[in-house]
């Protein structure tokens, strides 16, 4: 279900190497990093450490997000787009949800429909230039 519901890709780049890269890359990419949570220190914090780094950044389009929130209220719930990194088997995961999902709900409303579409597509293009798969 969990691979369902997400887009994930793996590198080979150690995982501070590609957390150094987001804020950068979220310019290219025309996001807005809005905030940065270093999962693995804050859960140590609490007293509940694990045994693997985990970042999660969340990220806006305001365009996108406003013509979402215009005529969907509801997708507030979704937003802002969440970008995830973790270790796993010696690889850096870089993960976001699925919108491609979600996105089948606004299909009647072509310009929101195409607008959001291209949000997700650049998203992608921006997870495969932090995992090394493409050139930002």
Do not use: W
Not at 39 to 55: D, T, V
Not at 83 to 109: C, P, Q, W, Y
């Amino acid at each position: 279900m969990i691979a369902m519901l997400t887009v994930k890709l793996e590198s080979d780049l150690p995982i501070d190497q590609v957390a150094s890269k987001v804020e950068t890359a979220c310019e290219s990419h025309n996001f807005s990093l809005l905030q940065s949570y270093d999962y693995h220190q804050i859960l140590e914090s609490k007293g509940f450490p694990i045994k693997r780094k985990a970042y999660v950044y969340d990220i806006c389009q305001a365009k996108t997000a406003s013509m979402m929130l215009t005529s969907n209220p509801e997708f507030s719930i979704f937003m802002p787009c969440t970008l995830a990194l973790h270790e796993e088997h010696g690889k850096t995961v870089i993960s976001t949800m699925n919108m491609g999902i979600m996105l089948k709900a606004v299909r009647k409303d072509k310009v929101l429909f195409a607008e959001a579409s291209s949000l997700f597509k650049k998203l992608k293009i921006m997870m495969e230039s932090l995992a090394g798969i493409k050139d930002a």
